[in-house]
């Protein structure tokens, strides 16, 4: 992918230059009060920092969009950027921010008139700038710095490759270095963690990370499947059985698949409950034991590279957090190469205050899956096949 410096060439200098930058600046809100609404985690606009700052020290004039939430392609006060345009404007000051791009249906549909807008820079720009004007050539490059959002085919994101010379951001190399990086140059052994709600939610990850790693770690409530698959009665545990069978598939496939060997449980009457696999009628699984996190623990600590996506358990509930903790924990107390997924994983280990200790905190749960899954993204081929690079 075209690079930065590679864009500067291209343009002949950043100097007086209008640079559209699409951001990932989907970031988790919180009541602020006052019906205020404020940021409740900032990594993703932190994250976009390095671009930001490179474009503008060498006099470019930046604008970023970003989407938030899922608007009905219509303005939306909840959905308003404004919190996000108030940090930004204090972490780099400068840059302008366009207003929610969800808010036009033509964004999610990639609509060669939303592009249009884009490009010639007549979309409302209401925090920190004005719109560059309606001239087609408002702006003279792209930048895509969203990670979070490259696997979708959206306006933002693969529409301005066609129109403009572009580059990848910082963050969007680094992501695309990093995860991509695993399934063809991981130092071994290579662990995988992967826990979450649903199977259906990673089993495309599981078929390909299947013959790529040397051990497979699954907890968290799709574990309930796989448990299943071997004959354990698993209770009212999360369980899809429509997917019983591929996780029979995958046990029997000779792969090295570790799963609990004991389960925290709330029974029939509200009690919290250690137990083995096997659960009876009325109990529900909701976080690995503690023999599977020192299990877990024992696996990573053997690894040169773990990769980790989904929690244990329902680590928001203080009594089903030791599971997901122990695992950070592992992570964060291994010398392997540690690679956190995004999504819940890095929402935990910022909670338990172990984020420093992580090698790379992916900003983008969904992208990076489907980049490790497929090996690509709609948002990394647009920038290889502009025509404008």
């Not at 990370?209 to 574990?223: A, F, P, R, S």
């Not at 053997?302 to 599971?323: H, Q, S, Y």
Request: hydrophobic residues 40%; proline residues 7%; aromatic residues 6%.
């Amino acid at each position: 992918m075209p690079a930065l410096e590679d864009l500067e060439q291209r343009l002949g200098g950043l100097d007086g230059r209008r640079i559209l930058v699409r951001c990932d600046f989907n970031v988790p809100l919180r009541d602020g009060g006052d019906g205020r609404q404020e940021i409740a985690d900032d990594l993703r606009i932190r994250a976009a920092l390095p671009t930001l700052r490179w474009l503008t020290e060498r006099g470019a004039s930046v604008t970023a969009c970003s989407h938030l939430g899922r608007p009905s392609g219509v303005p939306d006060e909840r959905y308003s950027l404004a919190p996000a345009a108030e940090r930004l404007a204090a972490l780099a000051p400068g840059v302008a921010l366009a207003e929610n791009l969800r808010f036009s249906p033509g964004e999610m549909s990639n609509d060669p008139a939303f592009v249009e807008a884009l490009v010639s820079g007549s979309l409302p720009v209401p925090f920190g700038g004005s719109p560059a004007g309606t001239d087609p050539a408002a702006f003279d490059g792209y930048v895509n710095d969203a990670f979070g959002a490259s696997h979708r085919a959206h306006a933002s994101i693969v529409g301005p490759p066609q129109r403009l010379p572009s580059a990848a951001g910082r963050l969007l190399q680094r992501e695309a270095d990093v995860l991509g990086g695993l399934r063809t140059d991981a130092k071994r052994p290579f662990v995988a963690v992967l826990g979450g709600a649903k199977v259906s939610d990673k089993l495309g990850v599981v078929e390909a990370l299947i013959d790529v790693v040397d051990t497979l770690v699954i907890g968290g409530g799709m574990c309930f499947t796989f448990l299943a698959a071997l004959g354990h009665p698993i209770g009212d545990s999360l369980c899809e059985p429509d997917f019983i069978e591929t996780c029979e598939r995958l046990l029997g496939s000779g792969a090295s698949i570790v799963l609990p060997n004991d389960i925290t449980a709330l029974d029939a009457g509200g009690t919290v409950r250690q137990m083995g696999r096997s659960l009876p009628d009325g109990c529900r699984g909701l976080d690995i034991g503690p023999g599977s996190a020192a299990e877990f623990d024992d696996v990573i600590a053997g690894a040169r590279t773990v990769f980790w996506n989904g929690p244990m358990g329902l680590f928001e509930d203080e009594r089903f957090a030791a599971g997901t903790r122990a695992v950070a924990q592992s992570m964060a107390d291994s010398r392997a190469f540690t690679v956190v997924g995004g999504g819940d994983s890095a929402a935990a280990v910022a909670q338990f205050g172990l984020a420093p200790y992580m090698d790379h905190i992916s900003t983008g749960g969904g992208a990076g899956l489907e980049l490790i899954e497929h090996g690509d993204l709609p948002g990394l081929a647009a920038l290889r096949d502009s025509p404008q690079r």
